[in-house]
């Protein structure tokens, strides 16, 4: 089945500790985004990555690391986590270049930081 | 950066009647503009999109509609129905598909 993966889906954690919340997608998919969904303001883009080793910063960046060492998977690394970063967590994949731009996302990963 | 800003916020239909959901978007560059839908505690799911080259586009009571002078979008929702009731974001692409911007969101109730 195709299908966009995301661990864990629930999180609670204390202010500092370094955590990672695994995306992983089984599409072949070329494009991967992770967003953060906050009440009130919709969904706002973290970071994005156009293929292997290929990442940029969307429009909320500060506090979040990302990699893509391999194409399937998209890892979100929050190496100090703060309570502002408390929020619901999507990752999504689209095809790419020439193949379609419809985003999948995942089921998403909700954070409580402490 | 790009700003998309949506219209309204809550929005109640009686089943039957059409919703229409409006975004405007400040980045004359977006070229991209799609809809999604996300019912309570589920992932946003796209229902329709268009391009900037077209102004239009229709899937079954779905429609979206560009003006790109103006810089606005709507979604048309037609003969609603409570399966319908769900929160709807739109959203303004950059840069080859990849850099998004959402609407903070239309929280819409259908009721039987």
């Known amino acids: 089945e195709a299908q966009v993966t995301q661990n864990p889906r629930y999180l609670i954690t204390v202010t500092g500790k370094k955590l990672t919340v695994t995306c992983s997608q089984n599409?072949?998919?070329?494009?991967m985004s992770w967003y953060r969904q906050d009440p009130g303001l919709g969904l706002r883009q973290i970071y994005y990555s156009m293929n292997v080793e290929v990442t940029d910063k969307g429009d909320v960046p500060e506090g979040y690391k990302v990699s893509r060492k391999e194409k399937r998977n998209f890892p979100l690394i929050l190496e100090s986590p703060s309570p502002n970063q408390t929020s619901l967590y999507f990752c999504?994949?689209?095809?790419?270049?020439?193949?379609?731009?419809?985003?999948?996302f995942g089921p998403g990963t909700r954070l409580l930081v402490l | 950066g790009e700003n998309v800003e949506q219209h309204p916020s809550t929005l109640s239909v009686q089943e039957g009647d059409s919703a229409v959901i409006k975004c405007t978007y400040s980045d004359s560059a977006s070229n991209y503009f799609p809809w999604y839908k996300q019912e309570l505690g589920k992932r946003p799911q796209l229902i329709i999109d268009?391009?900037?080259?077209?102004g239009e586009k229709k899937d079954q009571r779905i429609a979206v509609t560009l003006n790109k002078t103006a810089k606005h979008f709507s979604l048309h929702i037609t003969e609603t129905q409570p399966e319908d009731s769900a929160v709807y974001f739109c959203a303004a692409s950059l840069y080859n598909f990849n850099k998004f911007y959402f609407g903070s969101g239309t929280k819409l109730n259908v009721k039987p």
């Open positions: 999504a994949s689209s095809p790419g270049t020439g193949g379609g731009v419809t985003q999948y």
């Open positions: 268009i391009r900037s080259n077209v």
């Open positions: 599409m072949n998919h070329e494009y």
